[in-house]
């Protein structure tokens, strides 16, 4: 007789794909959003550098280019204002803490496979995954966000290709 599949080695597994896809779209966003980090970073370096070679040069602009050295100095000051810093810093926290949950729910789905656990174990277990990942996404996003649809479909996507291979194509229990 086969498990129906709200049985709960197939719960625990739904549930440990959907970690492993959270995991993947925290990474894919936490990358996207250090993209735009490291753009101020590049504009704040090359806005004073520039500044301060320009007012070597051009010494008769005093009031340009220590405008130039203030706003940038004003951006450093301002960057952790910015959403896309603090959204980074959290995605980067949330992307580990992601991480460490896999690993964790990866070593029970082993023994959940290997039929080393009762039903009743199991859903304590998933009821355990579930208020970690809730956990950790509360604590590091406190007022949510609304995901990108394009990067969730990228993380799926990973997550399938992920399973696939290391499951060698059973990612069904």
């Known amino acids: 007789m086969a498990k129906q599949a709200n049985q709960p080695p197939n719960l625990y597994w739904a549930e440990l794909r959907q970690v492993k896809a959270a995991s993947n779209y925290m990474r894919l966003y936490r990358n996207r959003l250090a993209k735009q980090v490291r753009a101020i970073e590049l504009i704040k370096a090359v806005s004073s550098s520039g ?4 007012w070597v ?5 005093p009031l340009l280019w220590s405008g130039i ?7 450093d000051a301002l960057k952790g204002v910015f959403p896309f810093a603090k959204l980074h810093r959290a995605a ?10 896999w690993i964790d729910a990866d070593a029970e789905w082993t023994e959940i496979y290997a039929g080393r656990l009762t039903d009743q174990e199991i859903s304590k277990r998933l009821q355990k995954l579930r208020r970690l990942r809730l956990d950790a996404e509360r604590k590091h996003f406190p007022e949510g966000f609304e995901p990108d649809p394009k990067l969730v479909r990228l993380a799926e996507s990973q997550t399938e290709d992920y399973l696939r291979v290391t499951y060698i194509d059973e990612v069904t229990p």
């Open 51 to 54: 500044a301060i070679a320009g």
């Open 69 to 75: 050295i203030a706003s940038a100095q004003l951006l």
């Open 92 to 101: 980067s926290d949330l992307t580990i803490a992601m991480e460490i949950i």
């Open 57 to 61: 040069v051009w010494k008769d602009l």
